[in-house]
C-alpha cells in the first residue's frame, strides 16, 4: 500500500472497527483516537518524506504518485498525489480532528455513532486533498459532505433538523453544478481524438475550448464557491455552524470549509484559466461583498457561535479574494490564510464549545468576566481573538499581510480599490473581536456563574495543539510558505503567461 | 429446429418448467404440507435464477420473432435475482396471510408467469411476441394487486390498475398498427429497414411509447402508479416498481435505439420532454406524502425521469449506463420497501412520522434504510451515485449540458425527500417508537444481499465493465 492511500484506508478501517468491536463511549474514542494518532505519524512522516524528496531535487509538480484505472470505459482513475499545499491540508486536517475527538471526549448519547460519522467525514477530506483525478475528487467531496447532516441533525443544539437540512441542501446543490462542470471538462477534453479524461494533470496539457471555460468555469467556481462561503452561497455556513456540536464546527469550519478554495485553486483555475480570467472581475465583486458583509454581520450578532460563523465568512471570503487576484503573493496568502483560518477557527469553536459547555449560555451579553472563573479557557480566547484580527506573531498576520499586498501588486485601479474595500474588514474584525473579549471575558464577574469547573485534561490538550500551531505558523511563516509556494508556482502557471 | 437450437430459449423453459412443477405439486400436495409449497418455490426458483447467469448462445428462433443475446440474457438473470430477492421478503407475509387461505402456490405462479412474460418481451423481434409477452407480463400482476382480496384498497388498486393497463395497450395496439400499416411488418428488423418518416409512422411511435410509459410510469402515464402501489401488497409493489419497469425500460431501450433508430430527431424532443416533466413532477409531488409506499412511488416516478436521460444518448454508453443504473435501481429499491415491508407486516404502520427513533429501537433496520435511500438519492459511496453519474455522463456524451443541469438540480430536491425517513429514523426521538423486533430469516438474507451489491457494486468496478462488454445491441 503506498503511502498516500493509507490516509484514506486507515480511516475506513478505523470505521469498521469502531463498528463491529465497540460497544460505548469510552472504547469508541479510543480507537478513533488511536487510529488519529496513526494519522499523526502518517502526516508527519508524509511531510518529512516531502521535504526529503525536493530536497534531493525531484521537481515533478506532484508527489508519490499512484495511478490505477478504476472505470476504464470512462477512462476514471483512482489517481492520487500530494504537493505542498495537499501536504499542509492533510496536516491541518489530522490536527483538528484530533482536537475533535479530546473537546467530544464526553459526547452523549450515541457517542459511538458520533465518532463513526466524524471519522466518516475525515476520510472524505483526506480522500479530496490526494486526490489529482476530477471522478475520485467528487466521490470524496461527497463522503465529505453527508456526515454533516447526521452530525448537525442528531447532536446539534437549536433548530439543528433545520440547519443540517439546509446545509445538506445547499452542499449537494452545489456539488451539482460541479457535477456539471466535470462533465463539461470531460466531454470536451477530447481534442483531436484523444480519449476524454479526468485525470487533471492530463487535463492542463489539453486546452479546454475558450467557449465551454466560459461556460463551465462559472459553475465549478460557485460550486466550490459555496462550501467555500461565498457571498451569496454562505448562508447555510452561520445556521450550520450555531446549530452543530463543537467537534463538527471545528472540522467544518477548520477543514470542510477549505476544500472551497482548495478546489478553486487545484481544479477550477488550474483546469480553465481562460475562463478564470474572463470571469474574474465579476467574481471578485462577490469575494470582497462577502468579506466586507461577513464582518458587519458579526457586529451585530450577540450568539458567540454566530460571531464567530459569520467571522468566518468574512475571513474565508479573503482567500476567495485572494485567489482571485491571480498572483504568487495573494496566492501564497489565500493558502496560509486557509491554513491559519483553519486552526484559529477550530480553537474558537472548541472553546466556545466548552463555555457553552459550563454556562449553558451563548449570548455575550449575558456573561461577563469569564476570566476569574475559567482563567485558562479565557486566556485561550483572547489568543485566538488577537490572532483572527491580525496581531502579529500569530498565523492570521502573515496570511492576511501576504493576500493584501498581493491585492495591491494589481495594477490597474479596480482590483486596489477593491483592495482597500477588503482591508477595511480588519478594522471591523478587530471593532468586533475586542468589544467581546471585553465584555465577555473582563469586566466584573457574574455570579451566575462562579464556582465552574475549570478546564478538563483533554480540553486542554486540544486548546494546547491548536494554539501551538497557530503560533508555529506566525513565528514561523518561511517554514510554511516553502510548501505552499511550491504548489503555487505549477499551479499558477496557466493563469500568469 | 433442434435441441440446440431451443436451448437459446433456455431461460423461458425452465422458468415454464418451474411453474408447471409449482402447480403439480399444489394439486398433489396434502393440505397440511401446503405451507412446502414456499420453501420448495424458493428452491426452484433459486435454482433458475443460478441457471440464468449461465452464458447463453447468440440466435433467434421462430423466423426472428424470439432473439437472445448476451445482453438480454443477462438482463433476464438480473431480473430474476431481484425477483428473488423479493420471494425472500415476501416469505413472513405468505405465512402469515395467504397461507391460511391457500393461496401461496397462486401467487408464485403469478408471479413467475409475470417474470416470464417480461422475458419474452425483452426477446421478442417482432410485435408479435412483443404484445403477448407485455400482456402475460401485465396481466398476473393486476391479480396480484388484488391478491390481498380482505383488504378493499388491494382490490381498488388491483380494478384501477387493469383499467388504465387495458387502455394503455388499446393505445399501444393501435400504435403497432399504424406502423405496422406503413412498414408493411411487424418485425423489427424489417421496420428498421423500412422506415420512411410518415406522419403516420411517427404518431404510431409516440402510441407504443405511451403504452410503454404507462409501464415505466412516464410523466403524464403515472396517475395509477401512487395509488396502486398504495393499495397493492408490498412485494407487490416492489415487484412493479422495479422488476416490471426494468423490463419495459429495456424493451424502450431497444425499440428507441435499434427499431426506431432513424426516427431519432423526432423522438428525441419527445425524451427531452418527458423526462423534464417526469423528474419534476416526480419530484414535486414526493416531497409532500407521509406514506412510505406513496412516497416510494413517487421516487420512482422520478427515477424513470433519470433513466431517459440515457435514452437520449443512442449510444453504447447510453445502453451501459441504463443497463447499470437499472441493477443498481433493483437493489437499491428492493431494500427500501423491504424495510417498508417488514415494518408494516410487523406493527401495520406505513406513514413516515411511525419512523420517528427507529434507530434507537432497530439500528440495524434504519441503517439499510437510509443505505438504500442514500443510493436512490445518489450519494457516494453507494452504487446509486455512480448509476446515475453514469446516466448523466451517458446524456452529455451528446451535449445535453442543460438537461443535466435541471436534472442535478431534480436531484437537490430529490435528496430533501429521501432525508426525510433519514431524519424521523436517525434526528428524531419519538415516545411510542416501533418496539425492536427480530425480521424473519429471509428477510435478513434479503437486506444482507441488497447491502453487499449497493456498497459493493459500485466501488468494484468489475460489474460495470461486465456489462459494458456484452453491451453492443447496435
Known amino acids: 500500500m503506498d503511502i498516500l492511500s493509507l490516509f484514506v484506508v486507515v480511516p475506513v478501517v478505523i470505521v469498521l472497527a469502531m463498528v463491529l468491536f465497540t460497544k460505548n463511549l469510552k472504547q469508541a474514542r479510543m480507537v478513533a483516537l488511536a ?74 448519547p450515541l457517542s459511538k455513532e458520533f465518532f463513526i460519522s466524524l471519522i466518516v467525514l475525515a476520510t472524505g477530506v483526506y480522500g479530496f486533498f490526494i486526490s489529482l483525478d476530477l471522478f475520485t475528487m467528487f466521490v470524496f467531496y461527497e463522503i465529505a459532505v453527508i456526515p454533516m447532516y447526521l452530525l448537525i441533525g442528531i447532536w446539534g443544539s437549536g433548530p439543528r433538523e433545520y440547519a443540517a437540512m439546509k446545509l445538506t441542501l445547499m452542499l449537494m446543490g452545489a456539488s451539482a453544478l460541479l457535477l456539471v462542470a466535470l462533465l463539461g471538462i470531460y466531454f470536451t477534453s477530447s481534442v483531436g481524438g484523444q480519449a476524454p ?38 448562508t447555510w455556513s452561520p445556521d450550520g455552524h450555531a446549530s452543530a456540536p463543537t467537534a463538527v464546527s471545528m472540522l467544518h469550519a477548520g477543514v470542510l470549509m477549505k476544500l472551497g478554495g482548495y478546489g478553486i485553486f487545484r481544479f477550477a483555475m488550474f483546469l480553465m484559466p481562460e475562463g478564470a480570467l474572463f470571469w474574474q472581475d465579476f467574481f471578485l465583486i462577490l469575494a470582497v461583498t462577502g468579506v466586507t458583509y461577513g464582518a458587519l454581520s458579526a457586529i451585530q450578532q450577540t450568539d458567540l457561535k454566530y460571531i464567530n460563523a459569520y467571522s468566518s465568512v468574512s475571513h474565508l471570503g479573503l482567500v476567495l479574494f485572494a485567489l482571485l487576484m491571480i498572483n504568487k503573493t495573494a496566492w501564497n496568502g489565500a493558502m496560509l490564510q486557509s491554513l491559519s483560518h483553519g486552526f484559529i477557527t477550530a480553537l474558537f469553536f472548541a472553546l466556545i464549545g466548552m463555555i457553552y459547555g459550563r454556562t449553558h449560555v451563548r449570548d455575550i451579553t449575558k456573561m461577563q468576566g469569564m476570566m476569574r472563573i475559567v482563567p485558562l479557557l479565557s486566556v485561550a480566547y483572547v489568543v485566538a481573538a488577537l490572532a483572527n484580527l491580525g496581531l502579529p506573531g500569530f498565523s492570521g498576520f502573515v496570511a492576511e499581510m501576504n493576500i493584501f499586498v498581493g491585492g495591491f501588486l494589481n495594477q490597474d485601479l479596480y482590483k486596489q480599490a477593491l483592495t482597500v474595500f477588503a482591508v477595511t474588514s480588519i478594522v471591523v474584525t478587530a471593532v468586533y473581536m475586542l468589544r467581546l473579549t471585553g465584555r465577555m471575558i473582563f469586566g466584573p464577574t457574574t455570579k451566575v456563574y462562579t464556582g465552574l469547573p475549570k478546564a478538563f485534561w483533554y480540553e486542554k490538550t486540544a486548546i494546547a495543539i491548536l494554539v501551538l500551531f497557530i503560533t508555529l505558523i506566525g513565528t514561523l511563516p518561511f517554514w510554511w510558505l516553502q510548501f505552499i509556494e511550491d504548489s503555487v508556482n505549477n499551479f499558477i502557471q496557466p493563469l500568469i503567461k | 429446429m433442434n435441441l440446440d437450437s ?61 432473439k437472445t443475446y448476451p445482453l438480454v440474457h443477462y438482463f433476464k438473470a438480473i431480473l430474476a435475482f431481484g425477483v428473488f430477492i423479493i420471494l425472500l421478503q415476501s416469505v413472513n407475509w405468505l405465512k402469515e396471510k395467504l397461507l391460511p387461505y391457500d393461496f401461496t402456490a397462486e401467487f408464485f405462479i403469478l408471479i413467475f408467469s409475470s417474470l416470464l412474460g417480461l422475458n419474452f418481451m425483452m426477446s421478442a423481434g417482432d410485435f408479435l411476441m412483443f404484445y403477448i ?108 416498481s422495479v422488476i416490471s419497469k426494468g423490463g419495459a425500460v429495456y424493451v424502450l431501450m431497444t425499440l428507441l435505439f435499434v427499431t426506431f433508430t432513424a426516427f431519432q430527431k423526432e423522438w428525441n424532443w419527445i425524451m427531452y420532454g418527458t423526462a423534464i416533466l417526469t423528474m419534476v413532477v416526480g419530484n414535486l409531488f414526493a416531497l409532500r406524502q407521509q406514506n412510505m409506499k406513496r412516497f416510494l412511488a413517487f421516487s ?74 442514500f443510493s436512490l438519492a445518489g450519494i457516494p459511496p453507494v452504487a446509486g451515485f455512480f448509476a446515475k453519474f453514469f446516466l448523466y455522463a451517458a446524456a452529455a456524451s451528446k451535449g445535453y449540458y442543460v438537461l443535466i443541469f435541471i436534472a442535478v438540480l431534480n436531484v437537490t430536491v430529490s435528496l430533501y425527500y429521501y432525508l426525510l425517513p433519514v431524519r424521523a429514523a436517525f434526528l428524531r426521538v419519538s415516545d411510542h417508537p416501533i418496539p425492536f423486533f427480530k425480521s424473519d430469516n429471509y428477510s435478513r438474507l434479503a437486506f444482507i444481499i441488497t447491502m453487499i451489491g449497493l456498497l459493493v457494486l459500485g466501488l468494484y468496478s468489475g460489474v460495470f465493465e461486465f456489462i459494458s462488454g456484452i453491451s453492443n445491441i447496435f
Open chain 2, 6 to 66: 431451443l436451448m437459446l430459449m433456455r431461460d423461458e423453459w425452465f422458468l415454464t418448467a418451474v411453474i408447471m412443477l409449482l402447480l403439480i405439486a399444489e394439486v398433489l400436495l396434502s393440505a397440511k404440507n401446503k405451507k412446502y409449497i414456499i420453501q420448495l418455490a424458493l428452491i426452484l426458483f433459486g435454482a433458475y435464477t443460478i441457471s440464468a447467469f449461465l452464458p447463453n448462445d447468440t440466435g433467434a428462433l421462430f423466423g426472428s420473432s424470439y
Open chain 1, 197 to 234: 479524461t479526468f485525470d487533471i494533470l492530463e487535463l492542463a496539457q489539453r486546452e479546454m475550448p475558450y467557449d465551454w471555460q466560459k461556460i463551465f468555469y462559472p459553475l465549478a467556481f460557485i460550486g466550490f464557491g459555496t462550501i467555500g462561503a461565498l457571498f451569496p452561497f454562505h
Open chain 1, 35 to 108: 487510529g488519529m494518532l496513526m494519522q499523526l505519524i502518517m502526516s508527519v512522516n508524509l511531510i518529512v518524506k516531502y521535504l526529503n524528496a525536493r530536497e534531493a531535487g525531484d521537481q515533478s509538480i506532484m508527489l508519490f504518485q499512484k495511478n490505477i484505472p478504476w472505470f476504464a470505459e470512462f477512462n476514471a482513475h483512482y489517481h492520487i498525489g500530494v504537493d505542498g499545499v495537499s501536504v499542509l491540508m492533510i496536516l491541518l486536517t489530522t490536527l483538528i480532528v484530533i482536537a475533535g475527538i479530546f473537546v467530544s471526549w464526553k459526547i452523549q
Open chain 2, 133 to 240: 409477452g407485455l400482456e402475460l407480463s401485465t396481466m398476473p400482476i393486476i391479480a396480484l394487486t388484488a391478491f390481498e382480496f380482505w383488504n378493499h384498497r388491494s382490490v381498488e388498486a388491483g380494478v384501477k390498475y387493469i383499467l388504465l393497463a387495458s387502455i394503455s395497450s388499446a393505445i399501444l395496439l393501435f400504435g403497432v398498427s399504424l406502423v405496422y400499416a406503413t412498414a408493411g411488418s411487424i418485425n423489427f428488423d424489417v421496420i428498421k429497414n423500412a422506415l420512411q418518416l410518415p406522419l403516420l409512422e411517427i404518431i404510431g411511435l409516440i402510441m407504443i411509447f405511451i403504452g410503454i410509459g404507462f409501464k415505466i410510469s412516464l410523466v403524464p402515464f403515472h396517475f395509477w402508479a401512487a395509488d396502486v402501489y398504495e393499495g397493492a401488497p408490498t412485494v407487490i409493489s416492489n415487484y412493479l
Open chain 2, 300 to 373: 420512482s416516478i422520478a427515477q424513470a425521469g433519470f433513466i431517459l436521460l440515457a435514452m437520449l444518448s443512442n449510444n453504447e454508453l447510453g445502453v451501459k449506463a441504463i443497463i447499470y443504473f437499472l441493477l443498481i435501481y433493483i437493489f437499491s429499491n428492493v431494500a427500501a420497501f423491504g424495510v417498508v415491508h417488514v415494518i408494516s407486516l410487523k406493527t401495520g404502520k406505513e406513514n413516515i412520522d411511525d419512523y420517528n427513533g427507529l434507530y434507537r429501537t432497530n439500528p440495524k433496520l434504519s441503517l439499510v434504510l437510509m443505505i438504500a435511500l
